[in-house]
């Protein structure tokens, strides 16, 4: 028998290392089990829509949904609801609906190099990378639970940028409704009143 | 005379706008801009040494620095403080030494069209992006300023993510740190009690 044959959004696992590689930096477990949540959260959505993407952890998940789906960080369709948990979600801009996906500790029991790896029981040093690989490939899907979620519109309505202003303090342009100067240097204000 | 050769770390303007539109979706000014910050500030730090990014908005300018630096947001070597402020900043992983770049309003009055993008003094749709490239293709560094900084130890060295735990409330893997309860959870405590 040959390897199994997992396509990541229409690619090979070998493409999707391969660019993982080039834009992580690094093939980590999380991004390439990222690439297969993206994958499963995309089966379940409707086709011939827009969707935007929110990750629940600020670690690898961003970078698996900006490899694979039109969402960055730049052009704002990607955003951080940083509560450690390793789960994404996509959903329709326009409705708020959508499809989240996370990986379930209660499923790793025949995982047992991811479990190692997620749940930190060995040390970084004792992980084989070859071998959590192949557990991904032979059931990445099976560690995973997706259900159906709809976002709130005070989530998927972004509020505009809305008028610059230039910092009376540091000259700079900022988004006029923070305020009378620009964050950062209300921040700086702060802490000097601190000391 | 033919186009001025402006190269964007080492890609030329054009290359540099299809990786843009590849990766961003759109030839938007403020990446193409967020490359030559790139550029201007790789060229005043040491070479051979590795650095971490911040950006002090989450618009447009985390995509330049993903696209042409090793720092991404799920490697964390690109951070994200959310000032608004249009400024980069490259510093050095092991010491903070590092240089900050930002797009300075007081320098673009040679500059009408880049002037009217980034200080929204015209519609969006009367903004022309053939002729703010050629802005700041012909131009693009004699709008930036750049400053030495250095950056705090707190701020650089990352705390670790520790140990995992499991949420007795949703039963999802978090970081231990967070507290007997993952994040997600306690926010919905929350707000179940302010109704």
Redesign the interface.
Known sequence: MGKIERKICGYTFEEFIERVKA????C?P??II?GVMVDVAQKHLPPGRFYDAIC?T???????V?ILT?C??????LS?V??????IILYDKETGEGVRV?????KLSNFPEIEAW???KKAKKEQAIESILREIRAGGEEILRWEKVRIRPETYRRPK?G??A?CPV??????AK?GEK???CV?KEKEAQAI
Chains 1, 2 share one sequence.
């Open positions: 834009f992580h930096g690094s980590a999380g991004v990222g629940e600020s670690v690898c998940l961003p970078d698996a900006q039109p960055t960080i730049g052009n704002g369709w951080i940083d509560f450690g948990r390793f789960a996370h990986l379930d500790p209660q997620f749940l930190k940028l008028a610059v230039i540091c000259g700079e342009a900022y988004p923070h620009c964050l950062a921040a």
